[in-house]
């Protein structure tokens, strides 16, 4: 995911347009607010593709116990390109 696209700060869109970044100061704030719903849908689903479950075994109960791998989960945020 690269947030400069999501914010239409993208390479090709700069050069092309780069007149009218010269004059690019802010945002609206419903642009921003869109920006970051998109930007956190895309995250979670990020997320939720690359989350893994491991098999654990639970010595108190005797049994094997399935959770999320946490750390599959974390990795999402080395995919976001600033």
């Given at each position: ?34 920006a970051i719903k998109e930007i956190v849908k895309e995250t979670l689903?990020?997320?939720?593709e690359d989350a893994k479950v491991v098999k654990s075994y639970n ?24």
């Amino acid at each position: 995911m690269d947030i400069n696209e999501i914010l239409g700060l993208d390479k090709k869109a700069f050069d092309i347009n780069y007149n009218d970044y010269q004059n690019w100061k802010c945002i609206t704030p419903l642009q921003a607010k869109e920006a970051i719903k998109e930007i956190v849908k895309e995250t979670l689903r990020m997320a939720a593709e690359d989350a893994k479950v491991v098999k654990s075994y639970n010595k108190w109960t005797f049994s094997e116990d399935y959770e999320v791998d946490k750390d599959s989960i974390t990795n999402v945020i080395n995919k976001i390109k600033f």
